[in-house]
Structure formats: C-alpha cells, structure tokens
Nanobody, 120 residues
Framework: QVQLVESGGGLVQAGGSLRLSCAAS????????MGWYRQAPGKQRELVAT???????RYADSVKGRFTISRANAKNMVYLQMNSLKPEDTAVYYC??????????????WGQGSQVTVSS
C-alpha cells in the first residue's frame, strides 16, 4: 500500500519560515511529478508548486520568490521551504505524487494534509 506522509506544518508569525516534508512509502517502482497543493477555508484546493523527476519546477504566482520545492529521489521525498510567510498562506497543505507502484501501476496519491497557520 502506497502512502504519502507529511510533516512540518505549524503556527508561525508573518515573515517567518516553515519547511514541509513528504515521504512516499510502499512498493514504489518510480515517481514522476511530485507537488504541493493547499486549501484555505472556503476556497478550492490550488497548486502551490510541482517538481518533475528531472527537477523542473513550477510555482503559483503567489509564492514565487518565497517558496522553494525540492525532492530527494533516492528517499522518495519532496520538500517545500516556505519563507516570508504571509497570513494569506494559511491553509492545509497537501502533498501529491504521480507514481508507479508495483501493485496498482500508475496512480496519483495525496497526503493527509498539514495545517500551516500564519499569524499577523
């Protein structure tokens, strides 16, 4: 069974930093793109950043220059370094992975969500 487990959320003051981590576990053959999405109360889930297996990245305009996505392919992990946090960054952050598992083939997986709260 493949799982994505997140860690690193929490409460921080505006201007502060947090780092989210996500580990994919299970019998995984390969991982294509990995990414982070977020959902604020009353809003739809939105893309924050993605990274391909080759390291190509894409960011939402609202986080460019402040957030950095990275991954450790050998560890099946993806990270999101969040700097200069703003109250509007407050949301539940979800890890996402497009991967091939031995049992189910290619499928998209989501983490359980990690709360990030930025106080003003």
């Amino acid at each position: 069974q493949v799982q994505l487990v997140e860690s690193g959320g929490g409460l921080v003051q505006a201007g502060g930093s947090l780092r989210l981590s996500c580990a994919a576990s299970g019998i995984i053959f390969s991982i294509n793109a990995m990414g982070w999405y977020r959902q604020a109360p009353g809003k739809q889930r939105e893309l924050v950043a993605t990274i391909t297996s080759g390291g190509d990245t894409r960011y939402a305009d609202s986080v460019k220059g402040r957030f950095t996505i990275s991954r450790a392919n050998a560890k099946n992990m993806v990270y999101l370094q969040m700097n200069s946090l703003k109250p509007e960054d407050t949301a539940v952050y979800y890890c996402n992975a497009d991967l091939w598992s031995v049992v189910l083939g290619r499928k998209e997986y989501w983490g359980q969500g990690s709360q990030v709260t930025v106080s003003s």
